[in-house]
């Protein structure tokens, strides 16, 4: 009989122990302290995950990435220029809902980004000739990265969205 008093006063003791955490827990909550902690702990995570998504998303689409990351022998300039911008596109697509944890600036730093690479890509491929090959468009773009000042344009929005992220943390 003593193992069975025993287990029942350990099981009023839980029984009591949780009721006052439930009455702890929702009187924070009623006053507006308990979630607060919680989910602004939470929104600040979230955050700095888009940060990091944004980020590889900037790498993922700055064109000597994009280059190195898609190239296909035996192409047209054509058919790369269509790969290059879809994947793009596609990339840029995927990460949309990340808008709604940052700054419109940045966001917009980020359609600029994109916009800017798919035009760069669309006006080289139509510099070169109709019989180029996808090597041609490459070394093309390539080039125009190493000497336009917009084909360094991903390092300034990435160091926009560092800048960012850091501020909260």
Do not use: C
Not at 31 to 54: C, H, P, W
Not at 77 to 97: C, H, S, W, Y
Not at 131 to 142: F, T, V
């Amino acid at each position: 009989m003593a193992d069975n008093s025993t287990l029942y006063s350990i099981l009023i003791a839980i029984a009591v122990a949780a009721g006052l955490a439930y009455y702890f827990y929702s009187s924070r909550d009623k006053k507006g302290e308990g979630n607060a902690g919680v989910t602004g702990g939470s929104s600040n995570v979230l955050q700095l995950q888009a940060y990091e998504r944004l980020i590889l998303l900037t790498d993922r689409i700055a064109i000597p990435n994009l280059v190195s990351r898609t190239n296909h022998t035996g192409m047209t300039a054509g058919e790369m220029q269509f790969i290059l911008t879809k994947t793009i596109r596609d990339e840029f697509d995927f990460n949309i809902t990340q808008q709604m944890y940052v700054s419109a600036e940045t966001w917009k730093a980020l359609k600029n980004l994109k916009e800017t690479n798919l035009l760069i890509i669309n006006q080289v491929a139509a510099s070169l000739d109709a019989d180029a090959s996808a090597l041609d468009l490459n070394r093309a773009l390539l080039q125009f990265s190493m000497n336009d000042n917009r084909g360094s344009l991903h390092e300034l929005v990435s160091e926009a969205l560092s800048f960012e992220a850091k501020k909260l943390l």
